[in-house]
């Protein structure tokens, strides 16, 4: 199948990427940097999301993943404005198979930089819209919506021994995802899954279901 990925030049965009190289799929990624796929079936097209008046012209998108994303750096016109310009353009039309949003955990709890999860927020409701819209091609749009994730983003929380010890009592599995295992839900729901759409999962560790409560012993 021939897949589009906003964001491959590091990071879970660049894994979702080779794992569907992996499985023998044509792959074009978009991304305002270089990447450093080499790979016959991967194009590279060098593109800022936001400029919509330059989008490259991409044949016959099958699967749309719209992994592009910012934090605290113009989070709604990167994160949300740009991920609908992208979804309009490529996504909802017939011949697509599926969408899928890589959204945030941040989202459900609020928990992040306000603009941030303001966007991400928008995502959830903007997938639901685009899967009533795209079931008339028998396609489906899902969001997955990671929690920590070891990424060069987040390195400034990962070698800090302080901060990722508080960071991983509120994480019950004790660990954050790595590329490689968000881009296998990546995978999942769009080329296994067939009849899931309109929903927003959660890959977090279990962050977003710590409570913790206090009793008398």
């Known amino acids: ?60 998108v099958e699967i749309l993943i719209n992994n592009a994303g910012t934090q605290n750096e113009a989070d709604i016109d990167i994160n949300l404005k740009a991920l609908i310009r992208i979804t309009e353009h490529y996504g909802v039309r017939p011949g697509i198979r599926s969408i899928l949003n890589v959204g945030s955990a941040s989202a459900h709890t609020g928990s992040e930089f306000p603009e941030y999860c303001a966007s991400k927020g928008g995502v959830i409701a903007y997938t639901k819209n685009v899967a009533m819209r795209v079931a008339a091609y028998g396609a489906t749009c899902n969001s997955i919506d990671p929690g920590g994730v070891l990424t060069p983003l987040n390195a400034c929380v990962i070698e800090d021994e302080e901060l990722w010890a508080e960071i991983m009592e509120e994480t019950p599995l004790k ?41 008398k012993e």
């Open 1 to 60: 199948m021939k897949v589009l990925i906003t964001g491959t030049s590091q990071g879970i965009g660049k894994a979702i990427a080779e794992a569907f190289l992996q499985n023998g799929h044509d792959v074009a990624g978009m991304d305002r940097q270089a990447s450093t796929i080499d790979h016959p079936r991967y194009t590279h097209y060098l593109c800022d999301v936001r400029d919509w008046e330059h989008y490259p012209v991409i044949d016959g």
């Open 175 to 215: 660990k954050w995802a790595t590329p490689e295992e968000i881009a296998q839900w990546a995978y999942f729901m769009t080329v296994t899954n067939t009849f899931c759409t309109g929903q927003s999962i959660i890959i977090d560790g279990g962050e977003c279901i710590k409570h913790n409560f206090v009793w």
